[in-house]
C-alpha cells in the first residue's frame, strides 16, 4: 500500500513562492501516476498537474499554467510542487494523489490521496 504525506504549506504574500513536497512511502511499483490538487473553502477539489514515474505526461490546470511547476524525485520519492507568482485565489488544501492509471486532472480516478497541507496567500 501506498502512504502519502505533504509538507511546506505556510503563508505567503501574493508574488511569493512555495515549494510543496509529498513523501511516498509503501509499495510504489503499481504506482505510474502522481498529481497535485488543491481544494478552497467552499469550492470543490481541483486538478492543477500531474506527472508520470517516468517524469512524463506533464498536465498543468490553465490557471496555474507558466507559474507552477511539478516535478520529482525518485531516488528520494518524493514529489514537488513549485509555486511562483502566487495569488491569493491559490489559497487552498493541497493534496497530492496518485494513482495505477494514465494521468489526468480528474479528481475522481485516483484512489491514494495524503492529508492535505494549507497554502494561504494574502493580499
Known amino acids: 500500500q501506498v502512504h502519502l504525506l505533504e509538507s511546506g504549506g505556510g503563508s505567503v504574500q501574493t508574488g511569493g513562492s512555495l515549494r510543496l513536497s509529498c513523501a511516498v512511502s509503501?509499495?510504489?511499483?503499481?504506482?505510474?501516476?502522481m498529481a497535485w490538487f488543491r481544494q478552497a473553502p467552499g469550492k470543490e477539489r481541483e486538478g492543477i498537474a500531474t506527472?508520470?514515474?517516468?517524469?512524463?505526461?506533464?498536465l498543468y490546470a490553465d490557471s496555474v499554467k507558466g507559474r507552477f511547476t511539478i516535478s520529482q524525485d525518485n531516488a528520494k520519492k518524493t514529489l514537488y510542487l513549485q509555486m511562483n507568482s502566487l495569488k491569493p485565489e491559490d489559497s487552498g488544501i493541497y493534496y497530492c494523489?496518485?494513482?495505477?492509471?494514465?494521468?489526468?486532472?480528474?479528481?475522481?480516478?485516483?484512489?491514494?490521496w495524503g492529508q492535505g497541507t494549507q497554502v494561504t496567500v494574502a493580499s
Open positions: 509503501g509499495d510504489t511499483r503499481r504506482t505510474y501516476c
Open positions: 506527472i508520470t514515474s517516468n517524469g512524463g505526461s506533464l
Open positions: 494523489a496518485a494513482v495505477h492509471n494514465w494521468c489526468t486532472l480528474k479528481v475522481d480516478m485516483y484512489d491514494i
